[in-house]
């Protein structure tokens, strides 16, 4: 009995001590990015401002986007194939170089979509307008699940890029409780940034929403899996 619960122990000190260090890599490449976020929040100037904001544009499809596809990339793998927890940095290279070509596409195509309802929302006075600004937040969370489902779908499986874009869109409302209880969970996720001191949540952030998103996604794919099958035989 007690070897037992000691190697229950053991287990989730190793399995929170890889996602300790997944999402340390994860922010590693992700540097650059959150040196752009913080001048972004604390410019000195606005011509320091404006670089960053710049900045955070371009590097939003070309550094942001393939950290977080090698991230949900190690995630799927331990939930899918329970593979052991070792040879992260290895793995997550390997798959933020195989990766790359379709994560800056998606950024580019996600990005835009967000830059275009960005742009339309700041034309509207929320003020006057209350339930077209709810509108807007409601496409913003559409667009952020969709994303997340696209990410999970292309590190899943090899469909081509259209393909996995029109099922990730699909899936949001094909599966609404899997969708809502995602939402929740990082809701959760943001409030304990906004709680807890961001530096010590952010080493935490990115493991804990991928493997929540991960395994939404996982549930979903499962469950279709399960009504498929009566129909097949």
């Not at 996602?19 to 410019?43: E, K, Q, R, S």
């Not at 890029?161 to 409302?173: C, G, N």
Request: aromatic share 16%; glycine share 8%; charged share 10%.
């Amino acid at each position: 009995m007690g070897n037992e619960r000691w190697y229950r122990w053991y287990g989730a000190s190793q399995a929170i001590a890889s996602m300790l260090l997944l999402n340390g890599y994860w922010l590693l490449f992700n540097l650059p990015v959150l040196l752009l976020a913080l001048g972004l929040i604390f410019p000195s100037s606005p011509r320091q401002f404006l670089f960053s904001l710049v900045g955070l544009i371009i590097s939003f499809p070309s550094i942001l986007l393939p950290a977080t596809f090698a991230l949900f990339g190690v995630m799927r793998r331990w939930l899918y194939y329970q593979e052991p927890r070792q040879a992260i940095g290895g793995t997550f290279w390997r798959l933020y170089r195989e990766n790359y070509r379709r994560s800056f596409a998606a950024g580019l195509f996600f990005g835009s979509l967000a830059l275009l309802l960005l742009g339309s929302y700041r034309q509207i006075d929320s003020f006057q307008l209350p339930l077209l600004a709810v509108g807007y937040l409601f496409l913003s969370i559409i667009l952020l699940v969709w994303l997340l489902y696209f990410i999970c779908d292309s590190v899943h499986l090899a469909a081509p890029m259209r393909l996995a874009l029109i099922k990730s869109f699909f899936i949001i409302f094909w599966a609404p409780l899997q969708t809502l209880m995602l939402l929740g969970l990082l809701s959760g996720l943001a409030l304990l940034l906004v709680l807890i001191n961001p530096l010590l949540a952010g080493l935490i952030v990115g493991g804990l929403g991928s493997q929540c998103a991960c395994y939404s996604y996982l549930r979903i794919i499962q469950k279709a899996q399960a009504k498929a099958a009566p129909a097949d035989e």
